[in-house]
């Protein structure tokens, strides 16, 4: 068969275009992964670990749809990570476990040791999160045995040494961390070098070596001169801890700062908060340093609790699951005889859900019509009342001689009618809740108080209805307005977790406390959150502050 020569010339060109085509295409991708890498690495709001996790996730489903083994590993290696950062360590301990499987019967060649490596380091890691230190140096152990190039066996050490700190071992960790100092100073990395500087000065003050000064400050200046922040950040806050231990106040005082400083120019909530605590421990506040006491003391309880239970609740949903499975083959055998007596619950329960669907519409409909009224006598307050003292207040304003006590007089009713209307506007629900919710909370930071929101955007809010973001963000509204005008606070933490399908906000203050009364302020929040078929429970003292649980 003869083809002529425009014919061929055109096959050659459709040829090259696909394949030009396919290289742009593949181009984009390798830049989609380097682009979620770096944000994963180097995260630029809280939103940038959330989404690169569903990048990758979304990547290693499609490598396991398409049978390739070594991206799905490398995937799932990346969301372990991300996990871990975000503080889902038993999310991140599965997943790593995953990718292990997944390189289960694969040859040990460079790949496979290198992935290897890197999951037993990040098991290692998680572990010592979770406070079971044996398992952490059981994995990091592992690693260590596979590990030849010095920059692994030296980032295993830093870490097997940290171990070491959390157990009080400070002697076996200078001896971890002065030999990774050693073998760093062999290599060009600096960022290494400079961490196992900084951590072996750490560990030299609490052993009142006569070089740990020296040390922490040579860290310091060779992580300014790489710029990598967030270890100037430990080096900062190191400084300030040594300065306090050696009562030289004015330094310990002064790189405090600094560390909060480079805390916020990290964008990261949760340096802010460590950064937040260091400062409040150098300035020794007793209250607050009660405070964080206790605080550490619970989530070390509550981590410790979590640890204990988690096998026997794995044991018992593995239980649970073969003890279904079997009720399910039963069922199964006898879904004949029983197929009737299944259609009338089936329509019982359908009575039943429209019953309580009716029940909640009417519900809803008087909530809302609260709602509205609310609005309405907001707007008619600020429309009518607020503007109509305004108007007295400047026709009196051009009339001599006035009484400044009647204008003052005056004035304290406009503005606690602008207070009652702002109190009471409408919520602009367009935008993302979690920036509504900013918003309002950082309306109430100043000079004497200081608000922390922990893991607001973690809630997936879109799924919760306007009723209860309403309620929510009237409760929030009256609780912070308190704290501002009667408790005295000088800080206010508000942390948000979702517990399954459920919201739960913990309110705490170091106000002056009182004596718990149903007053109309507390009645008054107590009703908002129980009619959206919430709960909340408050919990105060005289001199103690003001804490309360919400649940939505």
Request: charged fraction near 25%; hydrophobic fraction near 35%.
């Amino acid at each position: 068969m003869k083809y002529n020569f425009s014919f061929l010339l055109f096959l050659g060109l459709v040829f090259l275009s696909h394949a030009t085509e396919s290289n742009l295409i593949q181009n984009k991708q390798i830049d989609s992964i380097q682009y979620y890498f770096n944000l994963a690495n180097n995260p630029k709001d809280e939103t940038s670990l959330p989404k690169a996790f569903d990048f990758f996730n979304k990547r290693k489903q499609e490598s396991i749809r398409n049978n390739d083994s070594i991206a799905t590993i490398k995937y799932l290696r990346q969301q372990a990570i991300i996990q871990y950062e975000l503080g889902d360590y038993y999310g991140s301990e599965s997943t790593a476990v995953e990718a292990l499987q997944h390189l289960k019967g694969y040859p040990d060649n460079d790949f496979a040791i290198f992935s290897k490596i890197g999951l037993y380091n990040q098991l290692g890691r998680t572990y010592m999160e979770l406070m079971d230190y044996d398992a952490a140096l059981y994995q990091f152990n592992k690693g260590l045995k596979l590990a030849e190039a010095g920059e692994y066996i030296n980032i295993i050490k830093n870490n097997i040494a940290l171990v070491h700190i959390e157990r009080g071992d400070y002697e076996l960790a200078e001896k971890e961390f002065l030999e990774v100092y050693q073998k760093s100073k062999r290599t060009s990395d600096k960022k290494q070098e400079a961490r196992a500087l900084d951590n072996l000065g750490f560990v030299e003050s609490k052993l009142n070596r006569p070089n740990a000064l020296e040390h922490l400050k040579k860290a310091l200046q060779l992580r300014l001169e790489i710029n990598d922040r967030h270890g100037i950040y430990s080096s900062y806050k190191y400084l300030s801890q040594y300065y306090k231990e050696k009562n030289q106040m004015s330094l310990a005082n002064d790189n405090a700062e600094l560390a909060y400083e480079t805390a916020k120019s990290l964008g990261s909530s949760s340096y802010l908060e460590d950064a937040l605590k260091n400062k409040m421990t150098i300035e020794g506040n007793e209250s607050v340093q009660e405070f964080l006491k206790v605080n550490d003391s619970l989530k070390r309880v509550n981590q410790l609790r979590e640890n204990k239970y988690a096998l026997i609740k794995f044991n018992y949903a593995e239980q649970e699951r073969l003890a279904n499975d079997y009720k399910f083959k039963q069922e199964k055998e006898k879904s004949q005889k029983i197929a009737y007596q299944f259609i009338g619950a089936f329509l019982v329960l359908i009575f039943i859900f429209i019953y309580f669907y009716l029940r909640f519409q009417h519900k809803k409909e008087k909530l809302q019509q609260v709602y509205n009224t609310e609005k309405r006598i907001s707007k008619k307050i600020h429309d009518e009342v607020a503007n109509d003292v305004y108007q007295v207040m400047s026709k009196y304003q051009n009339i001599q001689p006035v009484e400044d006590e009647l204008l003052d007089d005056l004035e304290l009713i406009y503005n606690k009618t602008r207070d009652i209307s702002k109190e009471n506007k409408s919520i602009n629900f367009m935008k993302d809740f979690s920036i509504v919710l900013t918003d309002l909370l950082q309306n109430y930071n100043d000079e004497n108080i200081r608000v922390i929101a922990k893991n607001l955007k973690s809630v997936s809010w879109s799924s919760i209805s306007e009723l209860k973001k309403t309620a929510l963000y009237r409760v929030l509204q009256e609780l912070m307005t308190n704290a501002k005008k009667h408790s005295q606070a000088s800080f206010v933490i508000i942390s948000f977790e979702k517990m399954n399908q459920r919201i739960a906000i913990n309110y705490s203050d170091n106000g002056i406390g009182c004596i718990l009364k149903k007053q109309n302020g507390l009645r008054n929040t107590e009703n908002r959150i129980q009619a959206v078929n919430g709960t909340i429970t408050f919990d105060s003292e005289p001199g103690k502050g003001f804490k309360a649980k919400i649940t939505l």
